[in-house]
Structures are given as structure tokens and as C-alpha cells.
T-cell receptor, first 114, second 113 residues
């Protein structure tokens, strides 16, 4: 169990640029989640995959956000035309199937918009 | 939908003293409850979970929590804290057919010598 891996750990970019984050889940986990955490708050759900299928998206996920999990393994989260309000920690988690299964989190990607 | 309220935003405590972090949840269905810890610049680590059965749940690092259905609470306790317990603690809830976690705003625990 190598844990959930996220890359990069930090990303600084100018407003209006596009950014892409990668998440590698624990290998046997078929569920993958993305959360966003702003300063002083708990994580907020963004989206969730069961294998390669994206099954739920939060209203927080505007049209500028897109997530993929093409082969049911790693996932990418892309933000287009970044805005100041996108500055946050983006957390990825994975789990086995079933609501009882705990989610295991990566260390996150911290995005800073200049 | 489920929601969580963490009643204390900051809890200062002296080393070797006990600590209790309060968490109340709101749900119309049965729930699963979790406590996570977050150290600076890191992701969340699971401390413990309540799924069903015994209402007293023991977790890692000497933490335990008690599920109280009538009071819709899931308070976290540790009888004697260490400096290394300084961190942010999050209570989270999910429903039986719900895959996402709903988190509270967090409680910052600062342990002083």
C-alpha cells in the first residue's frame, strides 16, 4: 500500500491560465474522489468516480473544471481560465466500493493564483 | 443530505491533559461517522470510524469516540495528549447510499508543554 499520490504538491500560476493536477489512487481502490479545501474550512466534495465512470459532480464544479479517469486508474483534474477564487488545496481520495469503506487521502495539491 | 457541526474551532490544551472535540451531525437516515486528522501541509489521515455496533469506537494514537444517536453526536476524546497531537481535526459523515463525505469546519488542537 503506497498510499494516494498527488502531483504537483504546489502550483503557482497567473489568473487566466489553465492547470492540471494528477492523482494516483491506491491500486486496488475502484473509487476516486476529488475535494477542495479552502483556508480554515473542511474539505468540500467536488466529484467522484467509480472505475472510469464519473458518477457525481458537485455544483461547486463549474464549467471551467473537468475531471477524468480514463482507464479507471489515475485521475486528472483540470481547471481552465483560473480565477482568484480557485486558490485552494485540492485533495484526492480513494476507497474500495461501499459506503462503509473509509476514504484514504493524498497530501493534496495547493493551488495559488497570482 | 447530511451535515456536521464542530462546536469548537480552537482547543488549546496542556501536554498530558485530556481533550474532547465535539461533533454534532444532522441526518434523516442512518449514518457513518469518521474523524480525520490533518497535519500542516498534509492530507487527511483517518483516526477512527463508526459504522454500526458498539457506540464506543477506538482509533489510532490513543483516540476514541462515542456515537450518541439520541444526541446526534460523535465526540472525540483522548485521555492524555502529546505535543505531536497538535493538528487540525475533522469530523465527517456519509449516508448509507452516499459516497461523498461531508466535513465539519475543523477543530485546531494546540498542545502546549
Amino acid at each position: 500500500d503506497t498510499g494516494v499520490s498527488q502531483d504537483p504538491r504546489h502550483k503557482i500560476t497567473k489568473r487566466g491560465q489553465n492547470v492540471t493536477f494528477r492523482c494516483d489512487p491506491i491500486s486496488e481502490h475502484n473509487r476516486l474522489y476529488w475535494y477542495r479545501q479552502t483556508l480554515g474550512q473542511g474539505p468540500e466534495f467536488l466529484t467522484y468516480f467509480q472505475n472510469e465512470a464519473q458518477l457525481e459532480k458537485s455544483r461547486l464544479l463549474s464549467d471551467r473544471f473537468s475531471a477524468e479517469r480514463p482507464k479507471g486508474s489515475f485521475s486528472t483534474l483540470e481547471i481552465q481560465r483560473t480565477e482568484q477564487g480557485d486558490s485552494a488545496m485540492y485533495l484526492c481520495a480513494s476507497s474500495l466500493s461501499g459506503g462503509r469503506q473509509p476514504q484514504h487521502f493524498g497530501d493534496g495539491t495547493r493551488l495559488s493564483i497570482l | 443530505a447530511q451535515s456536521v457541526t464542530q462546536l469548537d474551532s480552537q482547543v488549546p490544551v496542556f501536554e498530558e491533559a485530556p481533550v474532547e472535540l465535539r461533533c454534532n451531525y444532522s441526518s434523516s437516515v442512518s449514518v457513518y461517522l469518521f474523524w480525520y486528522v490533518q497535519y500542516p501541509n498534509q492530507g487527511l489521515q483517518l483516526l477512527l470510524k463508526y459504522l454500526s455496533g458498539s457506540t464506543l469506537v477506538k482509533g489510532i494514537n490513543g483516540f476514541e469516540a462515542e456515537f450518541n444517536k439520541s444526541q446526534t453526536s460523535f465526540h472525540l476524546r483522548k485521555p492524555s495528549v502529546h505535543i505531536s497531537d497538535t493538528a487540525e481535526y475533522f469530523c465527517a459523515v456519509s449516508g448509507p447510499n452516499d459516497y461523498k463525505l461531508s466535513f465539519g469546519a475543523g477543530t485546531t488542537v494546540t498542545v502546549r508543554a
